[in-house]
């Protein structure tokens, strides 16, 4: 079983190169699994990824496998002990998301799509070096109600209940991010209310997003 669930995480990490969202091996992705997690191994291109090269591990970092898993493996443990809905985890330094969390910026509600995160708005995460756990606890409280968070000098960190998704969601907060950018290049953002967020956020939590 965690077989397949290999393969589907090398395709989709096939596919966050093919969609623009990865920058050379900087990129990493997991899938919940029985009694842990699998994650893409370090600093390998995902081209040449076979099964065996995922690295199974559990919450305290005990890795299986012939390779050492993602460095930033902590913060993708940190959000399956702390979001029990959580099953797959994506991370990565997609131009736009990285721009702005290089400006300490979130993404506000200019877009209602922006709901598709969870809340009103999109948190940019305080600044730490990678892979430490003090990175991990900025993560989790930037995704507090939130499936997507930028991360300042660093990137986009996102989940869902499956591989699929996280990609989708992923693919949706860059697009969000990019179309940011290139207002804050312009001019000044014109912001949704509260109160229209919340309808937003009531339409996607009744109809489901492929609706909204
Ligand atoms: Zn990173």
Redesign the pocket.
Known sequence: MTDVLRQQLIDTALAMNTSGLNQGT?GNLSARCEDGFLITPSGMDYAGLSTNDIVWMDYEGNTQGVRKPSS?WRFHAAIYQHRAEANAVL?A?PVNSSTLACLNKGIPAFHYMVAIAGGKDIRCADYAT?GTPELSAFVIKALQDRKACLMAH??LTCFEKDLPRALALAIEVEHLATVYSRILAIGEADVLTDDEMKKVLNKFSSYGLQDG
């Open positions: 900087s930033e991370h330094h990678f660093h990137g």
